[in-house]
């Protein structure tokens, strides 16, 4: 049973910042790719950031310059780090790894739960 569990969420006013966190726990074998996306309400769910095991990292256009994303292989762990943060990042988060759990089992997505992130004063 593969997990991933986000932390970090919450309110904040505009131009504060937030880190979220999402760990990976459970039968693993290899991390690929991991990801964050957000889902607003009545909106549908959009990829915000990237980052593939090599550390490549790609960025949503209306984020860049403003987010950063990071891992750290020996936690099965992935950051978000959100800066500047604007009324309309108000979202649910979701943490997304693309992984396998035994050397031989195909690559599979998995998802966690979602935190909430609001931006409001």
């Known amino acids: 049973q593969v997990q991933l569990v986000e932390s970090g969420g919450g309110l904040v006013q505009p131009g504060g910042s937030l880190r979220l966190s999402c760990a990976a726990s459970g039968n693993i074998f290899s991390i690929y790719a991991m990801r964050w996306y957000r889902q607003a309400p009545g909106k549908q769910r959009d990829l915000v950031a990237s980052i593939t095991s090599g550390t490549y990292t790609n960025y949503a256009d209306s984020v860049k310059g403003r987010f950063a994303i990071s891992r750290d292989n020996a936690k099965n762990t992935v950051y978000l780090q959100m800066n500047s943060l604007k009324p309309e990042d108000t979202a649910v988060y979701y943490c997304?790894?693309?992984?396998?759990?035994?050397?031989?089992?195909?690559?599979?997505?998995?998802w966690g739960q979602g935190t909430q992130v609001t931006v409001s004063v």
């Open positions: 997304n790894a693309d992984l396998t759990e035994e050397s031989w089992s195909p690559r599979r997505d998995y």
